[in-house]
């Protein structure tokens, strides 16, 4: 059983940052991929960026060359640095992880998933 804990949302001005972070319990982070997803109000949850076990980055058109995941295995974290935020960008973020090194932005890949953090950007 994998635990994941999001922390560091909040509220940001537009053009602002946030750093997410995802902490994760159990031996085998490391060999884990791990996404990272958002649900705004009334929309389905999309995906936003993911990283593999091995290192490969992917993500969405829509934050890309804006937002960076990172892992740090020592720590069994994950981050989302998101700079030039957008009031579009407000929604609740969910750390996942998947531990069968499968197609990154299928949700249904995931096996573990944390409570979520929100992100709310004023225009």
């Known amino acids: 059983q994998v635990q994941l804990v999001e922390a560091g949302g909040g509220l940001v001005q537009a053009g602002g940052s946030l750093r997410l972070s995802c902490a994760a319990s159990?031996?085998?982070?490391?060999?884990?991929?791990m996404g990272w997803f958002r649900q705004a109000p009334g929309k389905a949850r999309e995906f936003v960026a993911a990283?593999?076990?091995?290192?490969?980055?992917y993500y969405a058109d829509s934050v890309k060359g804006r937002f960076t995941i990172s892992r740090e295995s020592a720590k069994n974290t994950v981050y989302l640095q998101m700079n030039s935020l957008k009031p579009e960008d407000t929604a609740v973020y969910y750390c996942?992880?998947?531990?069968?090194?499968?197609?990154?932005?299928?949700?249904?890949?995931?096996?573990?998933w944390g409570q979520g953090t929100q992100v709310t950007v004023s225009s």
């Open positions: 159990g031996r085998t982070f490391s060999r884990y991929n």
């Open positions: 996942a992880a998947d531990s069968m090194d499968r197609v990154v932005v299928i949700q249904a890949n995931y096996d573990y």
């Open positions: 990283i593999r076990w091995s290192g490969g980055t």
